[in-house]
């Protein structure tokens, strides 16, 4: 935890001073501990951190694999948009990783899981959505738990991953509706038109 600086020190004698009477502690001096009830915990804001890169690094597992398959299947387009944010999500396992190594922890790289061999585009899109959302409930429920251990730092750091797995929940969401509005032939007709102008992903 590390030894308190000089406004803290200063404050814990200042309630002992009040609380001690002819150099005797008296039993009212239990409740001084709350001067430090802010103090972090560091460990406690460690294991949020490692259990978000297990969530992390499945997630970019999980993402480059749809990528593979959706390539191999000539759907250029969704399989661009898994690969970009498979890369997003990587960005999110660096953040994570360097707040770890400033609370002086160890970056534990295991995944939350294993890789769900699933090979249908809407069914991918309905699993990518699943994840993200689980993790924007959990990243919520985290971002609490810091401020609870007096972990601004690292709540800062888990409100901004909930911004972005809402971001790519909506993509994924967008891309699903298109294929229930206009049938596996949207994903095709996509592709075409990508390789005719040479442009770019989906929104």
């Keep these: 935890m590390g030894t308190p600086g000089r406004n803290e020190a200063g404050a814990y004698e200042n309630a002992r001073g009040r609380l001690c009477q002819d150099g005797k502690d008296q039993p009212e001096l239990a409740p001084v501990a709350a001067v430090f009830e802010g103090i972090m915990d560091k460990q406690k804001s ?5 259990r978000a890169v297990a969530d992390e690094l499945q997630a970019v597992h999980q993402y480059m694999y749809f990528h ?3 390539s191999d299947q000539g759907f250029g387009p969704l399989a661009s948009l898994f690969k970009r944010i498979a890369i997003q999500e990587m960005g999110h396992v660096e953040k994570l990783a360097e707040r770890v190594l400033f609370l002086r922890g160890e970056v ?6 294993p890789v769900e061999r699933i090979t249908d585009p809407e069914k991918m899109l309905e699993k990518a959505m699943q ?3 689980m993790s924007a409930r959990e990243y919520n429920q985290a971002a609490l738990a810091c401020s609870e251990n007096a972990d601004s730092a690292s709540k800062a750091i888990f409100e901004a991953l909930v911004v972005d797995e809402e971001g790519h929940y909506d993509q994924f969401d967008k891309q699903r509706e298109n294929i229930r509005r206009f049938g596996p032939s949207y994903l095709a007709l996509q592709s075409f038109t990508e390789e ?3 442009a770019g992903e989906p929104d």
């Design 46 to 50: 460690i294991d949020l951190l490692n």
């Design 108 to 113: 534990d790289m295991a995944t939350a899981g």
């Design 68 to 70: 593979f398959h959706l």
């Design 131 to 133: 994840m993200e959302d």
């Design 196 to 198: 005719a102008s040479g």
